[in-house]
C-alpha cells in the first residue's frame, strides 16, 4: 500500500476486514500489518481504537442503509420502490451485515448501530408501503415481516440465482401487498 493512508483507506480495510475475519481483526497493530504500514499511520487518523470502531458503524451505517435508500429513492419515479429495495438487498452477499451483528452482541457501541438501522430501515420500508397503499397498521406489521425475512437470509449467508431472486422478490412483494 502507498505511505499516506487516509483515513478512508482505514475505514474501507477496515470493513474488508470485519467482514472476512471478525470483529476482533479490529485492532490498530494487525490492521497496520495487513496494510503494509507502521500503526502511527492508523494514531495519524483516529485518537484510539474506540474512535476507529465509531467511524466504522457509521461508514457500515451509510453503505448499508443510507446509500441503499436513496438509490431507492431515485429511481422511485420509473421503478415499483419495495420492488427495487427487495432486488437489491435479496440480490447481496452479507457478510459485513453478519459480522456487524456478531460484534453487536459483545460491543454496546456496535449493538447501539445496529439498533439504530435496525429501526431506521423498517421505518423506511413501512413508508415504502404507506406509499403504496398499505393501511398505517398493516404497513407497519408487513414491513417488520419483510425485515425479519431479510435477517433470516443474510443469516443464510447464502446468494440466490437469478430465478430464485425473482421468485422471492415475486413472493415478498404479494405478501407485501395483500
Avoid: C
Amino acid at each position: 500500500m502507498v505511505d499516506q493512508l487516509s483515513a478512508t483507506d482505514w475505514l474501507n480495510h477496515g470493513l474488508k476486514t470485519l467482514a472476512q475475519e471478525g470483529f476482533s481483526a479490529l485492532k490498530a497493530v494487525p490492521l497496520a500489518k495487513s496494510m503494509g504500514v507502521s500503526r502511527g499511520s492508523f494514531y495519524w487518523h483516529f485518537a484510539d481504537i474506540e474512535a476507529f470502531h465509531a467511524e466504522l458503524l457509521k461508514l457500515w451505517r451509510d453503505i448499508a442503509a443510507e446509500r441503499i435508500i436513496a438509490d431507492v429513492d431515485a429511481a422511485a419515479e420509473k421503478d415499483n420502490a419495495v420492488e427495487r429495495l427487495l432486488r437489491r438487498v435479496f440480490g447481496e452477499r452479507l457478510a459485513l451485515e453478519n459480522a456487524v451483528r456478531r460484534w453487536a452482541v459483545v460491543e454496546p457501541t456496535a449493538r447501539a448501530a445496529v439498533q439504530a438501522i435496525d429501526k431506521r430501515r423498517v421505518t423506511y420500508v413501512e413508508g415504502l408501503l404507506r406509499a403504496a397503499g398499505v393501511a398505517d397498521d398493516d404497513a407497519r406489521t408487513r414491513a417488520q415481516i419483510l425485515y425479519w425475512a431479510y435477517l433470516g437470509f443474510a443469516l443464510s449467508d447464502r446468494a440466490l440465482h437469478p430465478a430464485q431472486l425473482r421468485a422471492v422478490v415475486q413472493e415478498m412483494l404479494r405478501i407485501a401487498s395483500s
